[in-house]
């Protein structure tokens, strides 16, 4: 019997030209863990809220911050609570993040890994991308974080190997060292 040891998912960005980043992550991840790679990959400054809600079921949010005044009807979860790959067996899953600009991604599965497949495989890490980050904020496109794949991917193996002590929650340590 082969376990499912990884997935491999695309996340889309909403906006034209296209941006998507598709990364290997493991089945286990959480919603929590699933937004920093998501930062790190589209080069954001983890620097407002977010939330994922599974594509058909918009009645629950898988959130950093439990809203006391959220929507009646909808069922807001601790991200650190929640994990993706149940969501994206069934369903394409929305992140979205920074609520004023409202940047939504949408996070398909696109095929399962076993721990035979990833013995040459970084976990996790970037295997494919297109098109450049956006600036946040409203700012120009040039105040935007450079996209590279490489350094992307060396993050990600930092990330592997720090987990949770990459960036804390109320600071902005995904900003790299030229934003200071």
Not at 34 to 49: E, K, P, R
Not at 94 to 105: I, M, N, P, Q, S
Not at 163 to 180: A, K
Request: glycine letters at 6%; a negative charge; charged letters at 25%.
């Amino acid at each position: 019997m082969t376990t499912v040891a990884a997935m491999e998912i695309l996340i889309r960005l909403k906006v034209k030209p296209a941006v998507s980043r598709k990364l290997i992550v493991p089945v286990t991840i959480r919603y929590d863990q699933l937004h920093v790679l998501i930062q790190l990959a589209f080069g954001w400054t983890n620097s407002h809220i977010y939330q994922f809600q599974p594509f058909q079921q918009r009645d629950l949010e898988y959130t950093s911050y439990i809203d006391d005044m959220a929507m009646w009807g909808v069922t807001q979860i601790r991200a650190d609570h929640g994990y993706a790959y149940p969501d994206l067996q069934k369903e394409r899953v929305v992140y979205t993040y920074d609520f004023g600009e409202d940047w939504e991604h949408v996070i398909t599965l696109k095929r399962t890994l076993t721990f035979e497949e990833l013995k040459e495989i970084q976990l996790p890490s970037c295997t494919w991308s297109r098109g450049e980050n956006c600036a946040e904020d409203g700012q120009p496109a040039e105040m935007a974080q450079p996209f590279d794949k490489d350094e992307l991917n060396d993050n990600l193996k930092l990330w592997s190997r720090a987990g949770e002590q990459l960036i804390r929650g109320d600071d902005q340590g995904l900003l790299p060292d030229y934003f200071g």
